[in-house]
């Protein structure tokens, strides 16, 4: 099958490169010409794991390729992803669908035989109908469907995730695009479950998850404030819930606040969508302030304990909005770091993935250290902001060697609590 796929983001990229592996013939399309060059080059343009090696396999065979032109993505493509961005707007907060709404304005010409033109950007309820009718009105001979395929892939994990879904959803309202989907994905090893639901839901279930599990970040989060103040442990606490299979062990982790590019962003479009159909959705609104509230709170935190230091010194460990990405979009670890920079403070960061995309944020306003032992150097305190692997393993001998202070802010529970207490540090975790 010619697989056609508008943009080459987190989204676009692995599961063209996973499409491809399954056998398709698989384009895709972007506007930016840098990205697409460097793709030809067979340079990824984006940090995942796994799909550096399944990228060069499929250039090589020549099942993936890309291109900036609409017409030679189109042409005798039997489906056509749409993948592009739907970044919130700055005041409203509703999703900006300037970029869906082109691409299917600009695919429409191009459009030959059936093909299926499946959404896999997030967007509002009711955008399949505005996509079928833009292409409508551009092409009327154009024969197609216009199918909601929402996406559940986590940043890092995509490789794993695409490969095996818990479920793919298909919002789907004809028999021959059923079908178009179930051959599609018939070679997953996995074989994974297909629901197909009405387009709306679709729609509907890609926010309504994302919103259930930002919900259940910040009530663990806020159990996590719970336990500390009554002497109880969040881990313990998180693993007796968890073993309840109706509560499920998974988003049970307390952290500094849900990031990243979904999370915030489809929790306020939802919170958007809520109040424009006028239907009440507290539990998201809460959610979305306390989110944001936890991530500067817990940066206060920081500043009163340290503030009798004259020209105090922080080190960061940890820039992207969670492990195993790059991204360091709406990452708690940025919020906290803009804090503290408020206050005067000087960050020594260290991220072993996301020192590019800080740099982005941050600029030169804080300065990048090359190793964790350089990040701690001098540092009066350490705020541990990602839970990447490395950090895990960091020993009390390294921390003694490099800090001059003794505060230990782990606002992701990666170290052991006692034995820094015990060798005279001020350990400040999360719940614990
Ligand atoms: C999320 C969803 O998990 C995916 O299913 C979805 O496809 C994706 O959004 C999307 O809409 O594209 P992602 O943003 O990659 O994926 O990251 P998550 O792993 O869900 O984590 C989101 C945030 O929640 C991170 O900041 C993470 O640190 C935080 N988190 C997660 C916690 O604080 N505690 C947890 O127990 C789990």
Redesign the pocket.
Known sequence: MKVAIIGTG??GLPTGVGLAELGHTVICIDRESSKIEKLRQGKITLYEEGLEELFHKNLAKGTISFTMSMEEGIRGADLVMIAVGTPPHPVTKEADMQYVYAAATELADFLDGYTVVATKS?VPVGTGDVIESLINKKNRNAQFDVVSLP???????AVH?FFNPDRIIAGANTTKAKELIDLLYSPMPSKPKILFVQRRSAETI?YA??AF??I??HY??EMADFCEKVGANIEEVADGMGLDSRIGN??????????????PK?TKAMAFMAKVNEVEMSLIETAIAGNEFRQKNLAHHIIKEISHIETPIVAVLGLT??SG?DDCRE??AITMVEELLERDIRIQAFDPKGIKGAKELLGNRIEYAGSIENALYNAHAVLIAT?WEEFKNISIKTIEANMQGKWIFDYRNLLDKDSLINAGFKYVGLGR
């Open positions: 987190y989204v997030t996406e559940f892939l986590r940043e890092g994990y995730d890609k998850s994302n599990l930002a259940k970040i663990i989060n998974k988003f049970l982790v307390p952290g500094p606040g849900y990031g990243g590019s979904c999370f489809d909005f969670k990405t990452s708690p839970e």
